[in-house]
T-cell receptor
């Protein structure tokens, strides 16, 4: 079974530029999550989708971050404009559904450096 | 609000030494608790989980964890570590909506 795919793996941009990350979850997984992992910290949930609807985006900085999952499969996370403090690894995860008993599977992450 | 604390940020052990990594949580409801591991250059992967029942949970690669409700703790243990256990370990809990809250992580280095 193929795992969660993410691209790009690395991205370097200047502050105030925009950037987008892509995630393809495990086939058949209805729930998709985006996490931000700042160096030296644990991952922090940004947004959770159930199919193509948002379940929780309470920790997403909506003035600059946006995410969509239009067809209930792939998802993109965008930052516009980027700030220095957005430098982090952005992790995508998926699970069969949003019930707490279902394991989340993580992708390799996208490492973003903002200069 | 829920939170997870991991007391040790860096641990260095020699091979065959015993391991115990601390994890404490704060959450007002029923908890599901997890330990995730990230080996160098690899994805986060699940090591073990506690949902209910026996508070002593066994996971992959000889790891185990004990849920102590009275202490709000879920410490990870392994009787004898190997060089291949060098990794970063994260404790986490999830709420009813399956949102994971992670601790800050513990970097373990095992010297051969």
């Amino acid at each position: 079974e193929a795992g969660v795919a993410q691209s790009p793996r690395y991205k370097i941009i200047e502050k105030r530029q925009s950037v987008a990350f892509w995630c393809n979850p495990i086939s058949g997984h209805a729930t998709l999550y985006w996490y931000q992992q700042i160096l030296g910290q644990g991952p922090k949930l940004l947004i959770q989708f159930q199919n193509n609807g948002v379940v929780d985006d309470s920790q997403l900085p909506k003035d600059r971050f946006s995410a969509e999952r239009l067809k209930g499969v792939d998802s993109t996370l965008k930052i516009q404009p980027a700030k220095l403090e957005d430098s982090a690894v952005y992790l995508c995860a998926s699970s069969q559904n949003g019930q707490r008993s279902y394991e989340q599977y993580f992708g390799p992450g996208t490492r973003l450096t903002v200069t | 609000a829920q939170s997870v604390s991991q007391h040790n940020h860096h641990v260095i052990l020699s091979e065959a030494a015993s391991l115990e990594l601390g994890c404490n949580y704060s959450y007002g409801g029923t908890v599901n608790l997890f330990w995730y591991v990230q080996y160098p250059g690899q994805h986060l992967q699940l090591l073990l989980k506690y949902f209910s029942g026996d508070p002593l949970v066994k996971g992959i690669k000889g790891f185990e964890a004990e849920f102590i409700k009275s202490k709000f703790s879920f410490n990870l243990r392994k009787p004898s570590v190997q060089w291949s256990d060098t990794a970063e370990y994260f404790c986490a809990l999830n709420n009813a909506g399956n949102m994971l809250t992670f601790g800050g992580g513990t970097r373990l280095m095992v010297k051969p």
